[in-house]
Protein backbone atom coordinates (compact mmCIF):
# COMPACT_ATOMS: atom_id res chain seq x y z
CA UNK A 1 0.00 0.00 0.00
CA UNK A 2 1.28 3.44 -0.93
CA UNK A 3 2.05 5.95 2.24
CA UNK A 4 -0.30 9.11 1.52
CA UNK A 5 1.83 12.34 3.37
CA UNK A 6 -0.20 14.82 4.70
CA UNK A 7 1.45 17.49 6.44
CA UNK A 8 4.60 16.31 8.46
CA UNK A 9 6.35 18.71 11.73
CA UNK A 10 9.44 18.98 11.93
CA UNK A 11 10.15 16.78 16.03
CA UNK A 12 13.17 16.20 18.03
CA UNK A 13 12.89 12.80 19.05
CA UNK A 14 15.36 13.63 21.49
CA UNK A 15 12.69 15.94 23.01
CA UNK A 16 10.21 13.91 22.79
CA UNK A 17 11.74 11.24 24.91
CA UNK A 18 12.30 14.07 27.39
CA UNK A 19 9.30 15.31 27.55
CA UNK A 20 8.21 11.91 28.25
CA UNK A 21 10.34 11.26 31.24
CA UNK A 22 9.19 13.89 32.52
CA UNK A 23 5.80 13.41 32.84
CA UNK A 24 6.97 10.20 34.99
CA UNK A 25 4.53 9.83 37.85
CA UNK A 26 4.96 6.55 39.50
CA UNK A 27 6.95 6.22 42.62
CA UNK A 28 9.71 4.16 42.47
CA UNK A 29 8.96 1.51 45.19
CA UNK A 30 6.18 0.74 43.13
CA UNK A 31 6.76 1.34 39.06
CA UNK A 32 8.31 -1.99 37.23
CA UNK A 33 7.56 -4.06 40.43
CA UNK A 34 6.89 -7.04 38.82
CA UNK A 35 9.59 -9.24 37.75
CA UNK A 36 7.48 -10.34 34.51
CA UNK A 37 6.69 -8.35 31.24
CA UNK A 38 3.54 -6.81 30.90
CA UNK A 39 2.24 -8.72 27.93
CA UNK A 40 -0.08 -6.60 25.99
CA UNK A 41 -1.67 -8.38 22.95
CA UNK A 42 -2.98 -6.69 20.32
CA UNK A 43 -5.49 -8.10 17.54
CA UNK A 44 -4.25 -8.27 14.07
CA UNK A 45 -5.51 -5.79 11.18
CA UNK A 46 -7.02 -3.41 14.10
CA UNK A 47 -4.84 0.12 14.49
CA UNK A 48 -6.34 1.99 17.01
CA UNK A 49 -4.73 -1.26 19.32
CA UNK A 50 -1.07 -1.13 17.53
CA UNK A 51 -1.31 2.59 18.48
CA UNK A 52 -2.57 2.55 21.57
CA UNK A 53 -0.06 -0.58 22.50
CA UNK A 54 2.87 1.49 21.20
CA UNK A 55 1.71 4.52 23.59
CA UNK A 56 1.37 2.28 26.11
CA UNK A 57 4.47 0.61 26.07
CA UNK A 58 6.10 3.58 26.31
CA UNK A 59 4.09 5.27 29.18
CA UNK A 60 4.99 2.26 31.12
CA UNK A 61 8.25 1.67 30.47
CA UNK A 62 9.10 5.16 31.17
CA UNK A 63 8.25 4.04 34.54
CA UNK A 64 10.14 1.24 34.81
CA UNK A 65 8.25 -1.71 33.83
CA UNK A 66 9.32 -3.81 30.86
CA UNK A 67 6.42 -4.37 28.25
CA UNK A 68 6.20 -6.73 25.30
CA UNK A 69 3.83 -6.37 22.07
CA UNK A 70 2.29 -9.64 20.64
CA UNK A 71 0.11 -9.02 17.40
CA UNK A 72 -2.21 -12.06 17.22
CA UNK A 73 -5.72 -13.16 16.00
CA UNK A 74 -8.39 -12.18 17.78
CA UNK A 75 -9.46 -15.72 18.73
CA UNK A 76 -6.06 -15.87 19.80
CA UNK A 77 -6.04 -12.94 21.98
CA UNK A 78 -9.43 -13.43 23.64
CA UNK A 79 -7.86 -17.58 25.21
CA UNK A 80 -4.85 -16.00 26.02
CA UNK A 81 -5.95 -13.06 28.16
CA UNK A 82 -8.36 -15.68 29.66
CA UNK A 83 -5.51 -18.28 30.20
CA UNK A 84 -3.22 -15.22 31.53
CA UNK A 85 -0.68 -15.29 28.43
CA UNK A 86 -1.68 -11.62 28.22
CA UNK A 87 -2.03 -9.25 30.17
CA UNK A 88 -4.17 -6.64 28.52
CA UNK A 89 -6.25 -6.13 25.53
CA UNK A 90 -6.75 -2.54 24.49
CA UNK A 91 -9.81 -3.05 21.64
CA UNK A 92 -12.48 -4.37 23.18
CA UNK A 93 -15.96 -3.10 21.84
CA UNK A 94 -18.92 -2.89 23.75
CA UNK A 95 -21.75 -3.72 24.54
CA UNK A 96 -22.01 -5.41 21.17
CA UNK A 97 -18.97 -6.51 19.62
CA UNK A 98 -17.36 -8.21 21.71
CA UNK A 99 -20.17 -9.31 23.83
CA UNK A 100 -19.64 -13.40 23.00
CA UNK A 101 -16.23 -12.98 24.46
CA UNK A 102 -17.26 -11.39 27.36
CA UNK A 103 -20.26 -14.26 27.71
CA UNK A 104 -17.55 -16.99 27.03
CA UNK A 105 -14.12 -15.65 28.93
CA UNK A 106 -15.98 -13.53 31.63
CA UNK A 107 -14.99 -14.85 34.71
CA UNK A 108 -11.58 -15.21 33.11
CA UNK A 109 -11.10 -11.62 32.41
CA UNK A 110 -11.76 -8.24 34.00
CA UNK A 111 -12.71 -4.50 32.82
CA UNK A 112 -10.18 -1.96 33.43
CA UNK A 113 -11.60 0.80 31.72
CA UNK A 114 -13.00 2.48 29.01
CA UNK A 115 -11.01 4.77 26.70
CA UNK A 116 -13.22 5.70 23.62
CA UNK A 117 -16.27 6.16 22.99
CA UNK A 118 -18.71 5.63 20.40
CA UNK A 119 -16.92 3.70 17.84
CA UNK A 120 -18.85 2.19 14.99
CA UNK A 121 -18.66 -0.20 12.59
CA UNK A 122 -19.62 0.87 9.00
CA UNK A 123 -19.71 0.31 5.56
CA UNK A 124 -17.46 2.73 3.43
CA UNK A 125 -17.71 3.95 -0.06
CA UNK A 126 -15.23 6.62 -1.72
CA UNK A 127 -16.57 10.18 -1.83
CA UNK A 128 -17.76 10.41 -5.48
CA UNK A 129 -19.60 6.90 -5.32
CA UNK A 130 -22.84 7.26 -7.01
CA UNK A 131 -24.56 6.06 -4.15
CA UNK A 132 -25.20 7.39 -0.20
CA UNK A 133 -27.04 4.59 1.54
CA UNK A 134 -27.15 0.86 1.52
CA UNK A 135 -30.57 0.69 0.60
CA UNK A 136 -29.47 1.87 -2.84
CA UNK A 137 -26.16 -0.69 -2.96
CA UNK A 138 -27.92 -3.69 -4.38
CA UNK A 139 -29.74 -1.70 -6.93
CA UNK A 140 -25.96 -0.69 -8.51
CA UNK A 141 -23.96 -3.37 -7.27
CA UNK A 142 -22.25 -4.03 -10.88
CA UNK A 143 -21.07 -0.38 -10.61
CA UNK A 144 -18.80 -1.19 -7.68
CA UNK A 145 -17.93 -5.08 -9.09
CA UNK A 146 -20.57 -6.99 -7.32
CA UNK A 147 -18.03 -6.87 -4.32
CA UNK A 148 -17.82 -5.86 -0.84
CA UNK A 149 -14.05 -5.84 0.12
CA UNK A 150 -13.66 -7.02 3.83
CA UNK A 151 -11.36 -7.50 6.39
CA UNK A 152 -10.23 -10.97 8.37
CA UNK A 153 -13.06 -14.18 8.06
CA UNK A 154 -13.30 -14.47 11.65
CA UNK A 155 -13.52 -10.23 12.31
CA UNK A 156 -17.11 -9.28 14.33
CA UNK A 157 -17.26 -7.09 11.30
CA UNK A 158 -17.28 -9.74 8.63
CA UNK A 159 -19.83 -11.70 10.88
CA UNK A 160 -21.46 -8.73 10.98
CA UNK A 161 -21.79 -7.87 7.70
CA UNK A 162 -22.60 -11.77 6.43
CA UNK A 163 -25.34 -12.03 9.43
CA UNK A 164 -27.00 -8.67 9.29
CA UNK A 165 -25.71 -6.09 6.59
CA UNK A 166 -26.19 -8.56 3.60
CA UNK A 167 -29.85 -9.63 4.26
CA UNK A 168 -30.83 -6.97 5.43
CA UNK A 169 -29.65 -4.89 2.08
CA UNK A 170 -30.54 -7.69 -0.04
CA UNK A 171 -27.05 -8.20 -1.51
CA UNK A 172 -26.58 -11.90 -1.64
CA UNK A 173 -25.67 -11.87 -5.36
CA UNK A 174 -22.27 -9.47 -4.13
CA UNK A 175 -19.47 -10.84 -2.88
CA UNK A 176 -17.87 -10.56 -0.01
CA UNK A 177 -14.06 -10.73 -0.39
CA UNK A 178 -12.13 -11.74 2.88
CA UNK A 179 -8.76 -11.80 3.62
CA UNK A 180 -7.42 -9.12 5.93
CA UNK A 181 -7.62 -5.16 6.50
CA UNK A 182 -4.07 -4.75 5.15
CA UNK A 183 -5.66 -6.28 1.78
CA UNK A 184 -8.72 -4.68 1.99
CA UNK A 185 -6.47 -1.04 2.45
CA UNK A 186 -4.53 -1.97 -0.51
CA UNK A 187 -7.36 -2.22 -2.86
CA UNK A 188 -9.49 0.75 -1.31
CA UNK A 189 -6.06 2.50 -1.76
CA UNK A 190 -5.66 1.48 -5.83
CA UNK A 191 -9.21 2.14 -6.07
CA UNK A 192 -9.43 5.75 -5.18
CA UNK A 193 -6.31 6.32 -6.82
CA UNK A 194 -7.71 4.68 -10.89
CA UNK A 195 -10.86 6.79 -9.49
CA UNK A 196 -13.07 2.94 -9.60
CA UNK A 197 -15.80 2.58 -7.44
CA UNK A 198 -15.21 0.82 -4.33
CA UNK A 199 -17.26 -0.41 -1.07
CA UNK A 200 -15.80 -1.73 1.92
CA UNK A 201 -16.33 -2.99 5.60
CA UNK A 202 -14.79 -0.21 8.17
CA UNK A 203 -15.04 0.87 11.37
CA UNK A 204 -14.46 4.17 13.07
CA UNK A 205 -11.82 4.91 14.45
CA UNK A 206 -9.63 4.37 11.39
CA UNK A 207 -6.76 5.87 10.10
CA UNK A 208 -8.84 5.28 6.57
CA UNK A 209 -10.86 8.32 7.08
CA UNK A 210 -7.95 10.85 7.14
CA UNK A 211 -5.83 9.22 4.42
CA UNK A 212 -8.43 8.98 1.99
CA UNK A 213 -11.66 10.42 0.02
CA UNK A 214 -13.85 8.18 1.31
CA UNK A 215 -17.61 8.14 3.38
CA UNK A 216 -20.11 6.15 5.12
CA UNK A 217 -23.07 4.75 3.12
CA UNK A 218 -25.81 5.55 5.55
CA UNK A 219 -27.60 2.31 7.22
CA UNK A 220 -31.77 3.21 7.66
CA UNK A 221 -32.29 -0.26 8.65
CA UNK A 222 -29.34 -0.15 11.38
CA UNK A 223 -28.17 -3.41 10.63
CA UNK A 224 -24.54 -2.17 11.73
CA UNK A 225 -26.28 -1.86 15.36
CA UNK A 226 -24.90 1.46 17.36
CA UNK A 227 -21.56 2.53 17.83
CA UNK A 228 -19.72 0.53 21.10
CA UNK A 229 -17.21 2.39 23.35
CA UNK A 230 -13.57 0.81 23.11
CA UNK A 231 -12.18 -0.48 26.44
CA UNK A 232 -9.24 -1.95 28.23
CA UNK A 233 -9.72 -5.39 29.89
CA UNK A 234 -6.92 -7.64 31.66
CA UNK A 235 -6.90 -11.23 32.28
CA UNK A 236 -8.49 -11.93 35.56
CA UNK A 237 -6.39 -10.47 38.47
CA UNK A 238 -4.59 -7.69 36.68
CA UNK A 239 -5.97 -4.91 38.93
CA UNK A 240 -4.70 -6.74 41.96
CA UNK A 241 -0.84 -8.04 40.62
CA UNK A 242 -0.50 -4.02 39.26
CA UNK A 243 -2.48 -2.03 40.87
CA UNK A 244 -0.23 1.32 39.91
CA UNK A 245 -0.97 0.14 35.86
CA UNK A 246 -4.65 -0.30 36.78
CA UNK A 247 -4.80 3.12 37.92
CA UNK A 248 -3.52 4.57 35.09
CA UNK A 249 -5.15 2.62 32.83
CA UNK A 250 -8.76 3.65 34.85
CA UNK A 251 -8.44 7.17 33.67
CA UNK A 252 -7.16 6.78 29.97
CA UNK A 253 -9.23 8.23 27.71
CA UNK A 254 -8.35 9.83 24.19
CA UNK A 255 -10.54 12.26 21.52
CA UNK A 256 -11.38 11.93 18.13
CA UNK A 257 -8.53 14.03 17.41
CA UNK A 258 -5.79 12.32 19.40
CA UNK A 259 -6.48 9.00 18.18
CA UNK A 260 -6.51 9.80 15.11
CA UNK A 261 -3.20 12.35 15.25
CA UNK A 262 -1.40 9.33 16.77
CA UNK A 263 -2.46 6.90 13.69
CA UNK A 264 -2.22 9.33 10.94
CA UNK A 265 1.33 9.40 12.17
CA UNK A 266 2.16 6.20 12.83
CA UNK A 267 0.30 4.44 9.64
CA UNK A 268 0.33 7.25 7.01
CA UNK A 269 3.11 9.89 7.51
CA UNK A 270 5.89 7.18 8.58
CA UNK A 271 3.97 4.19 6.89
CA UNK A 272 3.67 1.59 10.01
CA UNK A 273 7.52 1.05 9.57
CA UNK A 274 8.63 3.52 12.76
CA UNK A 275 6.29 2.85 15.22
CA UNK A 276 8.37 4.50 18.31
CA UNK A 277 9.59 7.37 16.30
CA UNK A 278 5.52 7.80 15.69
CA UNK A 279 4.71 7.56 19.41
CA UNK A 280 7.83 10.00 19.88
CA UNK A 281 6.41 12.68 17.64
CA UNK A 282 2.88 12.76 19.03
CA UNK A 283 4.42 12.67 22.40
CA UNK A 284 6.29 15.88 21.28
CA UNK A 285 2.81 17.42 19.41
CA UNK A 286 1.02 16.58 22.49
CA UNK A 287 3.40 17.25 25.58
CA UNK A 288 1.18 17.85 28.09
CA UNK A 289 -1.15 14.72 27.06
CA UNK A 290 0.53 12.09 29.36
CA UNK A 291 0.74 14.17 32.57
CA UNK A 292 -2.91 15.20 32.29
CA UNK A 293 -4.02 11.48 31.80
CA UNK A 294 -1.91 9.80 34.40
CA UNK A 295 -3.26 13.04 37.00
CA UNK A 296 -6.53 11.34 36.32
CA UNK A 297 -7.84 14.73 33.99
CA UNK A 298 -9.37 12.50 31.35
CA UNK A 299 -10.98 9.68 34.12
CA UNK A 300 -14.79 9.54 33.14
CA UNK A 301 -14.25 10.14 28.85
CA UNK A 302 -16.20 13.53 27.92
CA UNK A 303 -14.30 15.95 30.12
CA UNK A 304 -11.10 14.89 28.20
CA UNK A 305 -12.78 17.03 25.07
CA UNK A 306 -12.62 20.45 27.11
CA UNK A 307 -8.98 19.09 28.22
CA UNK A 308 -8.26 18.63 24.73
CA UNK A 309 -9.14 21.74 23.57
CA UNK A 310 -7.70 23.93 26.35
CA UNK A 311 -4.42 22.16 24.72
CA UNK A 312 -3.27 19.42 26.84
CA UNK A 313 -3.50 17.36 22.95
CA UNK A 314 -5.72 17.47 20.34
CA UNK A 315 -4.66 16.60 17.06
CA UNK A 316 -5.43 20.02 15.34
CA UNK A 317 -2.26 21.93 14.41
CA UNK A 318 -0.03 19.62 14.76
CA UNK A 319 0.36 17.89 11.87
CA UNK A 320 -1.78 15.42 11.79
CA UNK A 321 -3.87 15.95 8.67
CA UNK A 322 -7.31 15.77 10.98
CA UNK A 323 -9.20 18.45 11.52
CA UNK A 324 -12.87 17.37 12.79
CA UNK A 325 -14.01 14.60 15.01
CA UNK A 326 -14.89 11.37 13.35
CA UNK A 327 -18.60 12.33 13.87
CA UNK A 328 -18.18 14.44 10.57
CA UNK A 329 -18.37 12.76 7.54
CA UNK A 330 -14.62 12.81 6.48
CA UNK A 331 -13.47 13.17 2.99
CA UNK A 332 -9.94 12.66 4.13
CA UNK A 333 -8.61 9.02 5.86
CA UNK A 334 -7.26 7.91 9.20
CA UNK A 335 -4.76 5.43 10.09
Known sequence: ??????????VSVAVAIALTLAACGGSDDDAGSSDEPVVIGIPAGWEEALATGHLWQRILEDRGYEVELETVDMAVLWTGLAEGEYDLNYDVWLPDANAPHIEEYGDRVEEIGMWYEEAPMTIAVNEDAPITSLDELADHADEFGNRIVGIEEGAVLTGLTEDEVIPTYGLEDMELVTSSTTA??????????????IVVTLWRPHWAYDAFPIRDLEDPQGALGTPDDIYVYGT?????????????LSG?????????????????????????????????ENPDYVDAMLAGEYAGGPGAESSSE?????????GSGTESSDDDESSETES
Open 1 to 10: MRTITHRTAS
Open 184 to 197: MLSELDAAVSSGEN
Open 236 to 248: AGFSEDHPEIAEW
Open 252 to 284: FYMTSDQLHSLENIMFNELGGESNDEAVDQWLE
Open 310 to 318: SGSGSGSGS
